[in-house]
C-alpha cells in the first residue's frame, strides 16, 4: 500500500525553525517527484515546494522562497522540509504529496503535520 | 505566476441534484488540471486527472471537462458524502498553485 507519514510539527515561537519529515512506503520513493502542501486553519490548499525524484530541481512558492528548503533522501526513503524564520502566517497543517502520471498530479497524500508558529 | 480562479466559492444544493464547478487558469495549461476533494479534518483526495480521467475508486457521477484555460467539475445525482471541499490544481507550471476552493453544502 503506497503511503506517506508525516511528522515534525509542533508549536515554535516566531523567528523559529522546524524540520518536517515525511515517509514513504509501498512504492519506489526514489522514481517520484514530490511536493509540500500547507492549509491555514479555515483556508485552502497553498502549494509550498517540489523536488524531483533525484533531488537536483527544486521549486518553491513566492511565501516561503529563501526560508524554506525542500530535499530528500532517498536510500531512507523520505522527504524533507526545512522551515528556518518562521512566522505566524506558517502556522498551517503541512502535507507531503507524491506526485504521478504524465500530467503530474498529487495522487497519495499524507495525514498531515500541524505547525504552530506562536510566542 | 499562473492564477487558478474557481467558482462559485460556494454551493448548496440537494441531494439527487447536478452541481457543475468552474475553474479557469489565467494562462493555457494544456490539460494538466486535476480537481481534489477535501473533507473537514481530512487530507485532500483526488479525483479526477489530466482533466477528465477519473482516479481509481472514484465515482462515475464525478466528472471533469474543458481544455486551455476553461475547466469543469460535474458531479450528477448528488450523494450525502459527495459535501465536501473541492479543488483545481494545474500542473503545468510550477508554482502548482490550487484554486481557492468550493465548498459544497446541503440545501
Known amino acids: 500500500e503506497v503511503q506517506v507519514v508525516e511528522s515534525g510539527g509542533g508549536l515554535v515561537q516566531p523567528g523559529g525553525s522546524l524540520r518536517l519529515s515525511c515517509a514513504a512506503s509501498g512504492f519506489m520513493f526514489s522514481g517520484y517527484e514530490m511536493n509540500w502542501v500547507r492549509q491555514a486553519p479555515g483556508k485552502g490548499l497553498e502549494w509550498l515546494s517540489y523536488i524531483d525524484s533525484s533531488g537536483s530541481t527544486e521549486y518553491y512558492a513566492d511565501s516561503v522562497k529563501g526560508r524554506f528548503t525542500i530535499s530528500r533522501d532517498n536510500a531512507k526513503n523520505s522527504l524533507y522540509l526545512q522551515m528556518n524564520s518562521l512566522r505566524a502566517e506558517d502556522s498551517a497543517v503541512y502535507y507531503c504529496?507524491?506526485?504521478?502520471?504524465?500530467?503530474?498530479?498529487?495522487?497519495?497524500w499524507g495525514q498531515g503535520t500541524l505547525v504552530a508558529v506562536s510566542s | 505566476d499562473i492564477q487558478m480562479t474557481q467558482s462559485p466559492s460556494s454551493l448548496s444544493a440537494s441531494v439527487g441534484d447536478t452541481v457543475t464547478i468552474t475553474c479557469r487558469a489565467s494562462q493555457t495549461i494544456i490539460n494538466f488540471l486535476n480537481w481534489y476533494q477535501q473533507k473537514p479534518g481530512e487530507a485532500p483526495k483526488l479525483l479526477i486527472f489530466?482533466?477528465?480521467s477519473l482516479q481509481r475508486g472514484v465515482p462515475s457521477r464525478f466528472s471533469g471537462g474543458g481544455s486551455g484555460t476553461d475547466f469543469t467539475l460535474t458531479i450528477s445525482s448528488l450523494q450525502p458524502e459527495d459535501f465536501a471541499t473541492y479543488y483545481c490544481q494545474q500542473t503545468y507550471y510550477a508554482p502548482r498553485r490550487f484554486g481557492q476552493g468550493t465548498k459544497l453544502d446541503i440545501k
Open positions: 489530466g482533466v477528465s
Open positions: 504529496a507524491r506526485e504521478a502520471g504524465t500530467t503530474d498530479y498529487f495522487d497519495s
